[in-house]
Each structure stands twice: as structure tokens, then as C-alpha cells.
């Protein structure tokens, strides 16, 4: 997508609106102050996020200590990096479908048993 700028700082994105149910390719100023994502709005939109991460890396250590083993015994039985281990449970990852597949069959339980914990957490806040 092309974006050209103005004069007066705007910067200009080709958008599509309807008209009569047709659509029509027309240019749009767009203020590149109110653009750009600013802290405050990027906040809104972690605070759930992060409730659901802290969570999860809550959950996670939780298992893995119970089951004693170490970070590396944990990433070399789901498959993932001792790193990706460590990101995960300090909350600067989000994990993906997969490795919570892993994790759970490296922590010797379920994918629903490990959600299941995590939304149990959720819920006392």
C-alpha cells in the first residue's frame, strides 16, 4: 500500500468506502500523531494479556517444580528451547499451540488439564 505525505504532516492511505454498494478506492487523511499506537492504548489492550500470561508462566513454574525437573530437562521433552523456557515463565513470550502441547507432555499432564489450571487461576484473580 502506497502512502505519500502532505504538506502539512498528514500522511494520506488509499482506503475503501462504500457508496451505493459500490466500493470505491478514495485517499484518506490520516494525523500521524493519532496513527501511531500510543502507550496508553497499547496498555487497554495488554491488561488482559498480561492477566492470561502471568497465568500461564504462574501455571507452568508451578508444574515444573512439582515435578522437579530443570528447564533443560523440561525444553529437551516438549521440544523446545531451554530459552523459549525461561521467556515463557518471566512473561516476555506468549507461548504458541504447539509448545503448550509440548510443555504439557514434557510436565507429564494434559493440554486441558494445563488450560484448565490456567483459567482456574483467571478466575481468582
Do not use: W
Not at 478506492?25 to 497499547?42: E, F, H, I, L, Q
Not at 501455571?59 to 521467556?87: C, F, N, W
Not at 515463565?89 to 510436565?107: F, N, W
Amino acid at each position: 500500500m502506497n502512502v505519500r505525505q502532505t504538506g502539512s504532516g498528514h500522511r494520506l492511505r488509499p482506503y475503501r468506502r462504500e457508496c451505493n454498494g459500490n466500493a470505491q478506492r478514495t485517499n484518506a487523511p490520516v494525523d500521524t500523531a493519532k496513527s501511531n499506537n500510543s502507550s496508553r492504548s497499547r496498555r487497554q489492550r495488554r491488561r488482559h494479556p498480561h492477566k492470561l500470561l502471568s497465568s500461564f508462566a504462574f501455571a507452568l513454574r508451578r508444574r515444573r517444580t512439582e515435578l522437579g525437573p530443570m528447564q533443560e530437562k523440561l525444553a529437551h521433552r516438549a521440544g523446545v528451547s531451554m530459552r523459549y523456557i525461561s521467556l515463557l515463565e518471566t512473561q516476555k513470550h506468549q507461548p504458541r499451540l504447539d509448545a503448550i502441547k509440548g510443555l504439557s507432555e514434557g510436565l507429564e499432564t494434559t493440554m486441558v488439564a494445563l488450560v484448565s489450571e490456567i483459567e482456574d487461576l483467571l478466575r481468582e484473580g
